[in-house]
């Protein structure tokens, strides 16, 4: 949805929370009459369908954060509110409800602890086909085939016999009989319809590891656009604008060694490559625009014998390498989507903070020099960029800003600096691609020193200041009252008491599992392989939590709880890169043991209660709102950094086990008062 609808790019995350709901409410009615996943099949056409034919372009009101919209000549149906965002959120919690219904269904005809075992274990392996898929490249038609085949076999199989909740030694309802054939068959029909809209919409696309790529000529330019919005285009270096061959204007071409991060298709790589750079480590995280640049750039950077390639991300590689470079340049770095539906975090967003800009001047050679340009689009952006340079390389940047194209931006930060005698002068023509050549006179940027640096704890580059969009609170404020609304609905009528209990651990488990993404993402990068990596890590953790607490009774709740708070503050106090290891594995390990050993003990607790659940499907459902209202939690980080939540996961866990329910007694044996 977020390659087809622009601005779900940037709030993926309400499908996440969507899901979460689905699932709980899902769960919730497993007792009832109808046979809700009759409906997947004809939800499934109806959200596909809307994709396709309407073309919906969502439109941000002006805020004090940033957005791009497509800007696409293409028909589209325009909708100037993120009011869209509830009825989005609506349709795909039905959607998912309709699926969760049968998997309660089929979780409640087993014992608790190994159904919930199975479910893990499901989980685990859909992650792990989806990251293959995604290393693999593979098109959307290839995910609804592998989705749509097991809910065909859901389809012509009947449900379980036993009913939720039916104590053991009464009768359970006779098996539910196999839906009529001709309603199959109409389900069936409207799965495949929606795999030949989804093959349609991706047709002549590419599927990078982060999205939609498209590939298109515009004159004698090459463009490539992902998501539906422009990205790039490939076009020699002397038609491109100056920015590229600036540092070389300013100091000659005495550049003998130069990083390029970010290299994108390769026209940073040219530059270098023109004015006499003996060699050029060109690093570049997604290998499919590499490809692009290789096989249509005109220049060819990237089979000259100077450059060595790297698919790596540029934080990681920063981390690993102890070469030394005269020049390093952030390529038009831009953020397009967010690094993954659990966080706001966009994709570029941990390149441009105090912890990155430092890691660059310890690369740097004694008479080094960054470079950053870009279309900034707003001045606070330039100001944050230019306070977080004076912070991490102690001196003053020389940063200059054609307020006419966008806010054009030019940063050179670095030792180097110091050389300079006079300030060389800025073309007043930028000569972007697609955009007016009329002059456009630069001026030197005047930082105003109160728009905060970026940190790793706090990487929203594109916010002004600490707050939380209103937006969001709008937007999410309507998702609160549709979910409890639902949940009361639901629960109407129903036996059971609600578990406090379970809806603290899946609230305290969802932002655990946010902040390990978002530590993963510091480690290796901001790919969907490395996302689905993170989250098998924490499913992993939740199956061996399981196997031991299916071999042994937790008894001091309190004392596992008291375990995991200690290991929340360790991760408070020790954060991603703190700690310096040469060797990749070892460093790997260590950080992997210590941002997931948390999600351990949680799922000890977790599965703990529910190896004395009396209500498999009630008390699952409770845990996954539990999960939803955490994930809303996660929007206090625009407001506290990340570190933060590691308080909030501590409060939700120390309410859990206050809040959990003692087994009950055994019988006394007869005749015994």
Partial sequence: M?????????????????????IGIGCLLANARSRLFAWFPVLTAAVVGAVYFFRLEVAIPPSASIYFTSGTAEPVVAVETTLLLPVLFVI?????????????????????????????????????????????????????????????LLLVTPEPARDFGVPEGIATAPPRRPAPRAAVLVDVALLAVSLILVHVMARGALWSPYYKITVGKSGTDTVVEVNNIFHQSMAPVAQKEYFYQWPYTVFGDSFKNVLILGAGSGTDVAAALMHGAGHVDAVEIDPTILRLGKALHPDHPFDDPRVTVINDD????????????????????????????????????????????RAVRD????????????????????????NTAAIAFGAEPRVH??????????????????????????????????????PAPARMLARDTSIEAATDDWPFLYMKDRHIPQHYVVALLLILAVSV????????????????????????????????????????????IVASLAIASVLTMALLATFIVSRVEIRRQGLVAAVLVGLLLLNAVVPVGRVAIESRALESLFYAVLMFSPILCAGLLFGSAIKHSTSLARDYGTNLL???????????????????LLLVVAVFYIA??????????????????
Wanted: hydrophobic share 55%.
């Fill in 401 to 438: 800003v054609h307020e006419a194209r966008a806010y054009l931006g030019i940063m050179l930060a670095g030792p180097r600096l110091a050389t300079l005698k006079s300030d060389p002068v800025v073309p007043e023509q930028v000569t972007a691609y697609n955009q007016s050549h009329a």
């Fill in 2 to 22: 977020p390659a087809y609808i622009r601005l779900l790019a940037y709030f993926s995350n309400f499908i996440l929370l969507a899901s979460f709901l689905g």
């Fill in 626 to 644: 539990g999960a939803m209202v955490g994930g809303v939690a996660e929007y206090l980080s625009l407001t506290t950094g990340f570190r933060f």
């Fill in 656 to 673: 859990a086990v206050l809040t959990r329910r003692q087994p009950a007694a055994a019988p006394a044996p007869a005749g015994i008062k």
């Fill in 363 to 386: 690369r740097l050679a004694p008479d080094g020099l960054l470079v950053v340009y870009n279309y900034f689009r707003e001045k606070w952006l330039v100001d944050r960029l230019a």
């Fill in 314 to 357: 540029a934080r990681h590689f920063l981390r690993t390498t102890n070469k030394k470079y005269d020049l390093v340049v952030f390529a038009l770095i831009d953020s397009l989507t967010l690094q993954s539906s659990f966080s706001g975090v966009r994709l570029e967003s941990y390149m441009f903070t105090e912890e990155s800009f």
């Fill in 92 to 152: 795909v919690a039905a959607l998912m409800a309709t699926a969760a219904q049968r998997m309660a269904r089929e979780m409640a005809a087993l014992e608790p602890l190994g159904a919930y075992t199975l479910n893990i274990a499901g989980s685990l392996c859909g992650v792990l086909a989806f990251g293959v898929m995604s290393w693999l490249e593979l098109p959307p038609v290839v995910w609804f085939t592998l989705a749509f085949a097991p809910a065909i």
């Fill in 485 to 528: 609304v639902s949940v009361l609905w639901v629960l109407r009528g129903q036996s059971g008491s609600w578990s406090w209990q379970f809806f603290f651990l899946g609230a305290g488990f969802m932002l655990l599992e946010t902040k390990a993404i978002i530590q993963f993402a510091l480690l290796w990068g901001s790919t969907w």
